[in-house]
């Protein structure tokens, strides 16, 4: 059902859900890091300084949630790599999400969006929930109110000056769907990768003993970690220009198995909730783990406190929970993923794994005037006048 809604929606605001995909720009140069591939951008939305300019700021704007409480950013922290430190999100009405915050760092190269909907294949159809999802409400947009929000944007001279010159062959440049692609666009440009492991392959940092034993374990076979973690965003579902088309890989941990049925708590049942297929329960995407240091807590539901007690987890080969509304031995559950077996590592071999985790990690981007929070500044003034 709610496949067919975003596509329907996506119809509605003249959007692609899942449209063709393209090198395609418009006076925009990609600021890469070494060795990273370009981007793939649906063609329906090139790449352009005015659109990421847009986005940028609509992503930080309150007046775009329904009771101006929220913006993107409010589970989009920059200091946080883009996440919001909670085990789940709260809505602009008070209601809370299910699924904890993913980061959207690098998410120009996700084959898919969000942790469990391989129909989500672009940050435009992805775009779509938070603005306009009923249950739960993010952002609380809707059929009543979006002539009204809409109205709050056109009045601001800002975006007045800039929308029709980003959107130049537009009948009306400020509109939902000039909004969406704006947002998608900046959040494409957040591409990085400048942490020490990746100064370290390119000869200009040094790893400890500890994080270069660790670097071993997690790409080896005694760790196993690189079998969903090995692309160059330590992922499984990446898309670039010239990458092979492969099917969304999704995986079931073990991280539950409620009453030994092989089940996952409702509604975080992974991609069973979109086919019902017995085999998809608690199937989730693999989450990159760049930034990893900066985004606890862990999982989908964010019920896994640290990175130790990740690595714990996979090391026991799923989680046994004993007692509680959750009970049961997730290491048995019927659906796991082949992969996650159990391995033997040793206390020193689980602690350097966090610490070559911890070498993922990059500088505060709210530090960075191209990711940073452009309101922060008059919100200050504001506070000393």
Not at 41 to 64: E, Q, T, W
């Amino acid at each position: 059902a709610l496949v067919g809604i975003l596509l329907a929606s996506a119809a509605l605001y003249g959007l692609e859900a899942a449209g063709a995909l393209a090198p395609h720009r418009e006076g925009w140069t990609w600021a890469l890091p070494q060795g990273y591939p370009e981007p793939l951008v649906p063609a329906s939305n090139p790449m352009s300084r005015g659109k990421v300019a847009i986005g940028h700021r609509l992503f930080y704007d309150v007046r775009l949630s329904a009771n101006q409480t929220q913006s993107c950013a409010t589970c989009h922290q920059p200091q946080l790599a883009f996440t919001d430190g909670k085990q789940t999100p709260v809505g602009s009405t008070g209601e809370a999400l299910p699924r904890n915050t993913p980061s959207i760092v690098n998410s120009a190269y996700d084959s898919t969006l969000t942790w469990a909907n391989p129909a989500l294949t672009s940050l435009e159809s992805q775009m779509l929930v938070p603005l306009f999802a009923t249950h739960p409400v993010e952002l609380g947009v809707n059929d009543r109110n979006k002539g009204k929000i809409l109205r709050r944007i056109k009045r601001d001279r800002w975006y007045a000056n800039r929308f029709p010159r980003a959107f130049r062959k537009a009948r009306r440049p400020i509109s939902w769907a000039g909004i969406v692609r704006s947002i998608a666009a900046f959040e494409r440009s957040i591409v990085s990768g400048t942490s020490k492991y990746d100064r370290f392959l390119h000869g200009q940092a040094t790893l400890s003993s500890s994080e270069r034993r660790g670097l071993d374990l997690f790409m080896g076979e005694e760790g196993e970690c690189h079998h969903c973690h090995g692309s160059f965003l330590f992922n499984d579902q990446v898309s670039y220009v010239g990458s092979p088309l492969e099917r969304p890989r999704f995986h079931n941990t073990g991280l539950y198995n409620l009453g030994e049925t092989g089940a996952y708590p409702f509604p975080n049942r992974g991609v069973y909730e979109i086919t019902g297929k017995a085999g998809d329960m608690g199937a989730f995407r693999a989450p990159s783990l760049r930034n990893v240091a900066r985004t606890a807590p862990y999982m989908h539901d964010g019920s896994v406190a640290t990175l130790r007690e990740v690595v714990d987890n996979y090391a026991n080969g799923g989680r046994d929970i004993s007692e509680g509304p959750y009970a049961g031995d997730g290491r048995r559950n019927p659906h796991k993923d082949p992969l996650i077996a159990g391995i033997r590592l040793s206390v020193q071999d689980r602690e350097d794994i966090v610490a070559f985790l911890t070498t993922l990690t990059e500088k505060d981007f709210s530090k960075d005037p191209r990711f940073a929070d452009p309101f922060k500044r008059k919100r200050q003034h504001e506070r000393k006048r």
